[in-house]
């Protein structure tokens, strides 16, 4: 029986088979056998063979989102598969999200052809001189050619807005922890009554309430059915470390650096010191915003197996 992976508790798997039965599944141990190099060979996403509630076979994924694993360094973590659009929840504050945690999770789904939107919440918490860096931040991807929204998930300014984006998708809900993940869903799926927690005071850094990653309809919170779309609910995560990428891959997941990487004199440039580098001349022009450079120039260190481990 085929089905679609929609919670993955860690040792279970919940199923919603083509039927619209919903069945709890195991996963086959040889799965970790196969060459997967996964904490997790299933992932919410992904359409599955079942039989007598073991998952027997994955099928092709067509995209996922994918980072090291924060405890073996050999293998990955699967974020979610099969997805049609990426929402990256950020802060400027309460938390802060980094440039750097954004960056990488933006060159990751450039990898695996995710197309992202930037969602910036808690815009009703931010002082002046945060909205103006906000507004910077912004500015900044939007340039690049990324959809940015200015939303506050808690009083719903904005939220709305996105409903027509998520329209017959399957779109994955991602971010830190703290940044309003669960209160955005709650305004768009009223029915969903997902936990939030506050803040800790202590080091403005967020509390993880999602413990698993699961499917959401659009339609009825009732279930999973109907094809008005869906959100992938994902915990909230701290460092986001690449997974596979060859350093001279890495220049094409950063579109701006991409496109003056073409004019460098020499084709196995790095951009870190050649004569005749243009990517370094764009950098010195400021046509390249130093944030994003230094995110790909940590992104050429993450051979360093430790270095993903640290906060981004």
């Given amino acids: 029986m085929r089905g679609l992976v929609i919670k993955n508790t ?3 798997y919940t199923v919603l088979m083509d039927d619209g039965q919903l069945f709890d599944c195991k996963v086959k141990g040889n799965f970790r056998i196969k060459g997967i190099r996964s904490t997790n060979p299933v992932a919410v996403g992904d359409r599955v063979m079942v039989d007598n509630g073991w998952i027997t076979e994955i099928e092709d994924r067509r995209n996922y989102i994918i980072r090291k694993s924060i405890n073996l360094s050999k293998q990955s973590h699967i974020i979610a ?59 900044l991807y939007e340039t690049i050619g990324y959809d940015c ?38 305004h768009l799926v009223p029915g969903a009554c997902l936990r939030t927690a506050e803040i800790s005071d202590a080091h403005n850094t967020g509390q993880h309430t999602t413990t698993f990653s699961e ?17 992938i609910d994902t915990p909230g995560i ?24 073409k004019d460098c004199r020499f084709s196995n440039c790095t951009h870190t010191h050649e004569p005749g580098c243009a990517v370094l ?24 197996d430790s270095k ?5």
């Fill in 81 to 139: 598969a099969n997805v049609d659009l990426a929402l990256l929840v950020v802060t400027v504050n309460y938390p802060q999200t980094s440039t750097t945690f954004i960056d990488r999770f933006l060159a990751s789904a450039e990898a695996y052809r995710v197309p992202v939107v930037l969602v910036f919440n808690k815009t009703d918490l931010l002082n002046e001189e945060e909205i103006r860096y906000q507004k910077m931040l912004v500015t």
């Fill in 149 to 186: 929204r200015q939303i506050s998930a808690e009083t719903g300014d904005g939220v709305e807005d996105l409903r027509p984006l998520l329209e017959g998708k399957i779109t994955l809900l991602s971010g830190n922890s703290g940044v309003g993940k669960s209160t955005l869903i709650n």
């Fill in 10 to 12: 860690g040792s279970w």
């Fill in 215 to 231: 499917m959401i309809s659009l339609l009825e919170t009732s279930g999973i059915s109907g094809e008005s779309g869906y959100l």
């Fill in 238 to 261: 701290k460092g986001f470390g690449t997974f596979d990428m060859e350093p001279e891959e890495i220049t094409s997941y950063f579109k701006e650096i991409f496109r003056f990487a």
């Fill in 281 to 304: 001349q764009a950098l010195e022009d400021h046509y390249i915003a130093q944030s994003r450079y230094q995110s790909y120039l940590s992104m050429l260190n993450d051979k360093d």
């Fill in 308 to 312: 993903y481990r640290e906060a981004y």
